[in-house]
């Protein structure tokens, strides 16, 4: 009775330490799951999230937001991506400039968007941008402000001018912020660039570019005719960014179109000027 009794707590006593062996266990994976470094970036970022990141050239400010990350976490993050892309890179370098200088309220005029104008501080950008691929660098800079720029509308009742390197941080401008940004790169690599303003409605770039680009744009998916405008004996190739993919592309609301001629559509006053 005594010697069974014995047996019988000394099983009790191996199926206890086979339970607290079990809980160690489970208690030091979940550590390792959760706190230890590589698992806990594992935890923040998914393999999807990195090609998120490297296919597509990516816009700080949005990353930021979108990974609630510090600029110190961004950082060490960023490291590696940024050593296999160029284009990264040199956003990051830009949003860090210390002589980013930053819009403000004010009256559209020729002088306010020749004050945001600023081609030397996107110009290491412009180039990257059109170093990373083989068309027209007027094409490629156009994808790349239409692709990363988010349509984002100024505060009611305002007429906010944001300079370029604030547009890319932010990610997002309206009519005229995405005009001075293009603009901007345009004129960093040497190509004459103008604003195109539709008086109270919309802002345009009007490009002084060669008419090969024709060719090249109407090989584009979702890239039709293009629209030029004359000026001063030029021809100014429109170009939308806010709205579409590539250059010489423009909202029927602002065109009337007959037989490959167009004219503005009624009652808009257009003004071009040199920035
Ligand atoms: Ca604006």
């Not at 250059?247 to 006053?269: A, C, D, L, S, T």
Request: with cysteine; proline share 3%.
């Amino acid at each position: 009775m005594l010697g069974l009794g014995r047996h019988h707590s000394s099983k009790i006593y191996i199926s206890l330490l086979v339970i607290v062996a079990f809980l160690i266990g489970l208690g030091f994976s979940f550590f390792v799951i959760n706190f230890y470094p590589s698992s806990q970036e594992n935890s923040h970022y998914k393999p999807s999230d990195v090609g998120y990141m490297t296919g597509n050239y990516n816009v700080l400010g949005d990353m930021l937001k979108k990974y609630h990350m510090t600029v110190e976490e961004y950082d060490e993050r960023i490291g590696e991506l940024e050593k296999e892309n160029e284009i990264l890179r040199e956003e990051r370098n830009l949003v860090f400039n210390p002589e980013c200088s930053f819009g403000k309220v004010t009256e559209f005029s020729k002088e306010s968007v020749r004050e945001a104008m600023d081609p030397e501080i996107v110009r290491k950008l412009a180039v990257s941008v059109i170093s990373s691929g083989s068309e027209n660098p007027v094409i490629l800079l156009h994808r790349y402000v239409h692709e990363n720029v988010k349509y984002v509308d100024d505060p009611k009742g305002e007429e906010y001018i944001a300079t370029p390197c604030e547009t890319i941080m932010t990610g997002g401008g309206d009519c005229e912020d995405h005009a001075i940004l293009f603009a901007s790169m345009l004129e960093s690599v040497g190509t004459d660039a103008k604003i195109v303003w539709l008086k109270d409605t919309h802002t345009l770039v009007g490009i002084e570019t060669d008419g090969d680009i024709n060719l090249e744009i109407e090989n584009i998916q979702g890239c039709g005719n293009t629209l030029w405008m004359d000026h001063e004996g030029m021809k100014l190739l429109l170009a939308d960014t806010s709205f579409a993919p590539c250059p010489g592309q423009i909202e029927n609301i602002y065109v009337e179109r007959e037989n490959g001629e167009w004219e503005w559509k009624k009652g808009y006053e257009v003004i071009v000027f040199d920035v």
